[in-house]
């Protein structure tokens, strides 16, 4: 089945404890994407990357670090979490082009205390 | 800049009415546009698209939405709303030129359907 895996799809830490969001899809996907969903705010783009060893921010980079090493994974890494950093996350792929669909994974909800 | 304004965070129909959620854009160039449904705990999924062919673009369990150029809009119409169609809808644009793989968001309509 082709699909986005997130993992863990739910994580309670403190403020300043590293942590690893995985992602990871089986589409051969080229673009892979990360984004923040807050109440009223819709979803915004942290990173993305257009194939390995190829990333970019997004709109809401700050505190997030990425690395792409395989076309299959894109994990989210926050070095040092603060609360605002609160928040659902969800990991998309998509095939190359703008008119093409992003699949988006099941969503990580992150609470940093 | 590109941006996507979506009328009313909250649309509560009865079931078996029309169903009707807004959606202005904004872009400098010909835009691709995708309106997508998140139900409860679940991830995005896409309800349908307008990638610059038909103008009127049809999608999944019923809905359809019509792309309006003179009125940069691109509203989700539904004849007949069921309970299952309760669920948060998001109208997204395409960032371009050039592919950078962002979808810019609306801010979300939360389709409330009653008995």
Same mark, same amino acid.
Not at chain 1, 82 to 109: E, I, V
Not at chain 2, 75 to 97: N, R
């Given at each position: ?113 | ?12 129909? +009865? %079931?078996?009415?029309?169903? /009707? ?6 872009? =400098?160039?010909?835009?691709?546009? !995708?309106?997508? #449904? ?31 150029? +003179? %009125?940069?809009?691109?509203? /989700? ?6 309970? =299952?169609?309760?669920?948060?809808? !998001?109208?997204? #644009? ?22």
């Amino acid at each position: 089945e082709a699909q986005v895996t997130q993992n863990p799809r739910y994580l309670i830490t403190v403020t300043g404890k590293k942590l690893t969001v995985t992602c990871s899809q089986n589409m051969n996907h080229e673009y892979m994407s990360w984004y923040r969903q807050d109440p009223g705010l819709g979803l915004r783009q942290i990173y993305y990357s257009m194939n390995v060893e190829v990333t970019d921010k997004g709109d809401v980079p700050e505190g997030y670090k990425v690395s792409r090493k395989e076309k299959r994974n894109f994990p989210l890494i926050l070095e040092s979490p603060s609360p605002n950093q609160t928040s659902l996350y969800f990991c998309a792929s998509q095939l190359g082009g703008q008119r093409d669909t992003q699949y988006f994974g099941p969503g990580t909800r992150l609470t940093v205390l | 800049a590109q941006s996507v304004t979506q009328l009313g965070s909250h649309v509560s129909v +009865s %079931e078996g009415a029309l169903v /009707l959620l807004r959606c202005n854009y904004s872009s =400098s160039v010909p835009p691709y546009l !995708f309106w997508y #449904v998140q139900y409860p705990n679940q991830g995005l999924q896409l309800l349908l698209k307008y990638t610059s062919a038909a103008t009127l673009v049809k999608g999944i369990n019923d809905f359809e939405a019509e792309f309006k150029k +003179s %009125e940069t809009s691109f509203h /989700l119409t539904k004849p007949s709303a069921h309970m =299952s169609d309760a669920a948060e809808y !998001f109208c997204a #644009v395409s960032e371009g030129p050039g592919n950078t793989g962002k979808l810019i968001f609306g801010q979300g309509t939360t389709l409330q359907v009653k008995p």
